[in-house]
């Protein structure tokens, strides 16, 4: 019986010592994960992405076989040869190892890309960019612009890596001149009359666009992966605004879902909703979120009297008169344009299109493109 209680003592210190051995095996494994997982991302953060080459083309639309104008790469630091307006630039990036870019083109105004980069993405153009979802929003190696004012830009793209706190960059700069003006038109043969024009725009119901900026970034890095959810009043309508729609358009967005932009009726108030996620403090990934609400509205807008230019005006002939800029032809549905003939102060209103007696005088206005053409002839009885 002695024997038996000793093997039994025997067996129970050896099934102790396997458990104490196996629970030192485990975490010494969880230990050297840890490590390895630490070693790594310092391993990563040692060696930042590098742009090797960032080449632009320049192209003319009006060429028909969309031949290249002009080439130059980052390295050149120069201005290209002179490039008229409405050309457009492709740029293509070579950045391995980047996962993130941002584009950004300077002239008169800024354009500005950015998000994670996908190198099976074709070329992108601004619209291209901004028919992305905020929640899949990507960047391709080649962005296309198209240049519609004279200045000099400058070309600035900016890369960096997961993990890693490093930016690279590159820039270029390049010229852009109006196109040549068109000789000055044959002088006019000597007027016969002169009126003074003004257009009169009736009260009308018009639909306008609200652009509203929405910027938001996640930075907060735990032991797991970090989740916001983000909700705000973008837009509060006024007493003579109806509201119609709204929509997200990105600029910049990762690590991002759940956009959404709704309406609250009880408020009457335009509501901004999205969820944010950032990554862990071993591999310390943001989430962020940028672009403009757009909102659609419908507004009451009062009578308008805008006045034109004077019209020198030859009998049996025409003249033309140019038209506000930023009128649309919704809105001269329903216009009329008053005359006053210098010499007889004679007033007349006419809507365009139709005809109207002005002391000796028929006169015809027209809407054409972006003028009004006003045709005289002799008042025949």
């Known amino acids: ?228 959810s983000y909700s705000r009043v973008v837009y509060r309508l006024s007493g003579n605004e109806e509201y119609l729609g709204s929509s997200f358009q990105a600029n910049s967005a990762s690590n991002a879902s759940g956009t959404r932009v709704a309406h609250q009726r009880s408020s009457n108030g335009v509501t901004m909703a999205f969820t944010l996620r950032s990554g862990p403090f071993i591999d310390r990934w943001r989430g962020w979120l940028s672009g403009n609400v757009i909102i659609k509205l419908r507004r009451q807008e009062p009578a308008q009297t805008l006045d034109l230019a004077d019209a020198d005006l030859r009998l049996e002939g025409q003249t033309s008169l140019p038209l506000p800029a930023n009128l649309s032809q919704e809105q001269l549905t329903g216009s009329k344009l008053r005359l006053t003939r210098s010499e007889t102060s004679t007033v007349v209103e006419v809507e365009p299109g139709s005809s109207v007696t002005l002391d000796n005088l028929d006169i015809t206005p027209r809407v054409d493109g972006s003028s009004i053409v006003i045709t005289a002839r002799p008042h025949s009885k």
């Open 1 to 228: 019986m002695g024997g038996v209680e000793k093997f039994r003592q025997l067996r129970r210190v050896a099934g102790v010592r396997s458990v104490i051995a196996g629970t030192a095996a485990a975490f010494t494994g969880g230990a050297l994960v840890l490590a390895l997982q630490a070693v790594f991302a310092l391993v990563s953060v040692r060696y930042p992405p590098i742009i090797q080459g960032l080449h632009c083309n320049f192209a003319r639309p009006s060429d028909p076989d969309g031949t290249d104008i002009g080439e130059s790469a980052a390295e050149d630091q120069r201005l290209l040869p002179t490039l008229t307006t409405g050309d457009q630039v492709a740029c293509h990036l070579d950045a391995p190892g980047a996962d993130y870019a941002a584009w950004a083109v300077a002239g008169r105004d800024l354009r500005f890309r950015s998000g994670p980069l996908d190198s099976d993405l074709p070329c992108q153009d601004g619209e291209a960019f901004a028919a992305q979802s905020p929640d899949h929003l990507r960047v391709s190696l080649c962005q296309r612009f198209r240049l519609d004012d004279p200045g000099i830009y400058t070309l600035l793209i900016k890369v960096m890596a997961r993990g890693s706190d490093s930016v690279d960059r590159a820039q270029l700069q390049f010229q852009v001149r109006q196109a040549p003006l068109p000789l000055p038109p044959v002088p006019e043969p000597p007027v016969a009359t002169r009126l003074k024009a003004a257009l009169l725009l009736p009260a009308r119901t018009q639909t306008v666009d609200r652009v509203v900026p929405v910027s938001e970034s996640l930075s907060e890095h735990g032991l797991l992966p970090t989740s916001r």
